[in-house]
């Protein structure tokens, strides 16, 4: 008789314990996928998304408050004769430190016990990561910071 009673209770109990699995395996599949996409990305400069991670990586520009105050303070400190060659050559290294950045956005399905409908469900993955700089060589400084005096 107890075991009548019991044997419905222990298949809900072992379906929620499948049901959970399922789902925190499947959100962290998502999120190792994001991370991975993001850092892949990244290590490119944000130029060329990597393969498999074509539509879950988009690149963003807003940089953030930390950016916007830098570059408020550089412009107010950028006076004289010097404070136009200072600008020049640190704007460009700012923009790109603070002003691009990725998100990566990836899905992964699992599958619902019976008991709880049976249907497919999604888990979502999200990575957020700053573009890496682009590397830059003596040459290349030494051009941008003539390339101020000569505009």
């Known amino acids: 008789m107890e075991a009548v009673v019991f044997m419905p209770v222990l298949i809900i109990i072992l379906a929620s314990v499948y049901f959970v699995r399922n ?17 892949a990305y990244s290590m490119q400069n944000c130029d060329d998304i990597p393969v498999g991670c074509e539509g879950f990586v988009h690149e963003t520009r807003d940089g953030g408050a930390v950016a916007q105050k830098i570059t408020d ?25 603070f002003g691009r950045s990725l998100e990566a956005n990836t899905q992964v ?34 051009k941008d910071a003539w390339n101020v005096f000569t505009h």
């Open 23 to 39: 789902q925190v395996l499947a959100r962290q599949a998502a999120e190792a996928k994001a991370r991975t996409c993001a850092w």
């Open 73 to 97: 303070a550089l412009s107010r400190s950028t006076g004289g004769i010097i404070g136009p060659i200072i600008s020049g050559v640190l704007k460009p290294a700012l923009k790109a430190a």
């Open 109 to 142: 399905s699992f599958v619902r016990p019976g008991v709880y409908g049976g249907s497919t469900q999604n888990a979502q993955g999200r990575y957020q990561l700053a573009c890496n700089l682009k590397r830059e060589t003596a040459p290349d400084v030494a």
